[in-house]
């Protein structure tokens, strides 16, 4: 089961919840697998102290022209959707920050002079922490694309473990990425204005992938009512309340786990955690009632065929 | 003409909150809403819309269902599983192929490769982009569609607009609001700024993520300044975050104490410093005097 953790708005306590869940489920004698989705700012492994034994380079494709047969036609830059290979006076440039590894260019060239090669935007890190697993990915300042390392991330997850993604922030393609295809997923969120405003679109982007939610309000006692009434209006389960403790923001501060230096909520993680894997549990699973994008509805069809 | 973005790194760090005080403590300003995947900035400064744009982002590709033949070319090609065939199930002869839009990131390949021309791109609509007045300055920002790709392409032309706009009035200052991260919408939103105020909280994740950004600001050869929020939640980081600073040439702008106005001046829809005058407010103030020195803007706005 993969559980993610995402947010609307940033610094509401995605990692936070993450790490001290993962940590308590996995004290409860469960198998768990973390995964810090979260390519360009990964903070997790800051409360694990992992010590990483596995470091693969990820690499996307990018375009390599051949010059020797390259005549300067300009046909792979009118093709570029990207803006990612331009010709300016028969000469061809490439960025490879812009490609997104479609293939087109070297389709179209009617040279052949168009080859792909490999370029590495990041890496994938693993570690087991006590009994957790822990992956992460790390993209490398500069790159614009955080979604293939995303991607390359997710197919590390276990089958068998309980799987919580520490989702970026936003709504925008990284968080989808992180997102698609989980069970679950379990939105942070603040009772401000600025938490509000940001839930919504997070709700909205989750909706579009049928995927089942419920909310953690962190210092939940700070702002006003109107983020419990969305929920309650949206029908939106409300998992956890949080309290502003500044001990809490202390202790993360120092990159700790509140399960270890304030044991009193101890007992608000294991409930949370217990709530999660319940909705998570309840909700249709994939494939089943509600597949999540066309390529599983053809699945489906095809399997009704055979 | 001088322009300036706010980033973080790390999320949450109080950006917004910093953009929307130096929006009512600038003297000829155009600000810019660069986090076109949650803007809030509009939250806090009111504006009232005065021109709306739909914003093309992107293309999707869409077959025709009369023209295709069900060959498969394209689904075979498609790097991203966009495309799949469908149709009656037990009759394979009458299979056509669909595109899934979620996933297609608009490349072509489909439409190049398809030997009945059934496939072609069609520019989608992936947000909007808004000019406004608020009671301060114009404002110019944006609202990204739901789980959109090319978020860069959107902050570009905030920046754009933006940009023409301050020269069009003559303004002085482009003051952006960024996202957080360190990817493609925080470079569009950086690229060719003067000056670069990175907002950070005294907690280790705040400085792992200053390191990185700060990392960006270099790589873009852009000169940054720091100033740490909250910063009496964890003196030891909070020290340890100037010390970085110093070693990275990031200059300090300041320090603002953790304060729960902050929220109350949300709450009310209002900025900061309109809400409250004790040192919150008095510690902004001293931050945008440090960035106007800088922009050596102070200069521009003197009287004679």
């Given amino acids: 089961m993969v559980i993610a953790i995402a947010s609307g708005k940033g610094g509401t306590g995605k990692t936070t919840m993450a790490v001290n869940v993962a940590v308590t489920v996995t004290r409860q004698g469960r198998p768990v697998q973390l995964l810090d989705c979260d390519v360009e700012e990964p903070n997790a492994h800051l409360f694990l102290d992992p010590r990483f034994d596995e470091v693969e380079e990820v690499t996307v494709t990018g375009p390599r022209v051949d010059l020797q047969r390259c005549d300067g036609c300009g046909e792979c830059a009118r093709r570029c959707e990207f803006g990612a290979i331009v010709a300016l006076g028969g000469e061809i440039s490439v960025f490879p920050e812009l490609c997104h590894s479609c293939g087109g260019c070297a389709l179209a060239c009617p040279q052949r002079a168009i080859t792909e090669e490999p370029r590495t935007i990041g890496t994938l890190e693993q570690a087991r922490v006590g009994e957790l697993a822990f992956a992460r990915g790390v993209l490398n300042v500069g790159e614009a694309r955080a979604v293939p390392l995303i991607a390359a991330l997710k197919n590390r997850a276990d089958g068998d473990a309980l799987v919580l993604l520490d989702a970026p922030p936003g709504t925008g393609c990284p968080m989808m990425a992180a997102v698609r295809d989980c069970h679950f997923v379990c939105l942070v969120t603040e009772p401000t204005p600025f938490g509000l405003h940001d839930l919504t679109m997070a709700v909205d982007a989750v909706r579009t992938l049928h995927l089942p939610l419920g909310v953690v309000i962190n210092r939940a006692d700070l702002g006003d009512e109107e983020v419990r009434r969305f929920c309650q209006q949206q029908q939106i389960p409300i998992l956890m309340e949080l309290p502003c403790d500044r001990r809490i923001a202390e202790v993360c501060s120092r990159g700790r786990l509140i399960v270890d230096e304030l044991p009193e909520y101890q007992e608000a993680f294991r409930d949370l955690a217990e709530r999660i894997v319940q909705e998570a549990g309840r909700a249709p699973a994939p494939g089943g009632a509600a597949p999540a994008g066309l390529r599983d509805r053809i699945v489906e069809q095809l399997r009704h065929e055979a | ?304």
């Fill in chain 2, 1 to 304: 003409m001088k322009q300036m973005t706010v980033i973080s790194g790390k999320g949450g760090t109080g950006k917004t909150s910093l953009t929307a005080s130096f929006a009512a403590l600038a003297h000829n300003a155009i600000v810019a809403d660069c986090d076109v995947d949650a803007p809030d900035l509009a939250l806090v400064l009111a504006p009232r819309v005065e021109k709306q744009s739909p914003f093309v982002g992107g293309k999707v590709a869409r077959v025709d269902a009369g023209r295709c033949t069900g060959c498969g070319l394209c689904v075979e090609s498609c790097r991203f599983e966009a495309t799949a065939l469908h149709g009656p199930p037990g009759d394979a002869a009458e299979h056509t192929c669909a595109v899934d839009p979620h996933s297609c990131e608009g490349c072509g390949v489909c439409v190049q490769l398809c030997p009945v021309e059934a496939c072609r791109l069609e520019p989608t609509v992936t947000g909007e982009w808004f000019i406004s007045q608020t009671r301060f300055s114009p404002l110019v920002h944006a609202q990204l569609g739901v789980g959109q790709d090319n978020s860069g392409k959107l902050v570009s032309c905030v920046r754009q607009e933006a940009r023409a706009l301050a020269e069009r009035e003559e303004r002085d200052l482009v003051l952006c609001d960024g996202p957080p991260g360190i990817g493609c919408p925080v470079i569009a939103s950086l690229s060719g700024v003067d000056l670069l105020l990175i907002v950070v909280e005294p907690t280790v994740s705040a400085l792992h993520d200053f390191e990185r950004v700060a990392d960006l600001a270099r790589h873009f050869q852009i000169p940054a300044l720091v100033c740490i929020n909250k910063h009496d939640l964890n003196e030891t980081v909070a020290a340890e975050i100037e010390k970085r600073a110093d070693r990275l040439g990031v200059e300090r702008a300041g320090r603002i104490p953790y304060d729960e106005a902050v929220v109350g001046a949300q709450l009310h829809r209002r900025t900061v410093v309109e809400h409250t005058n004790g040192p919150l407010s008095a510690a902004i103030r001293n931050i945008w005097q440090r960035i106007e020195q800088r922009l050596d803007l102070a200069s521009e706005h003197r009287a004679p």
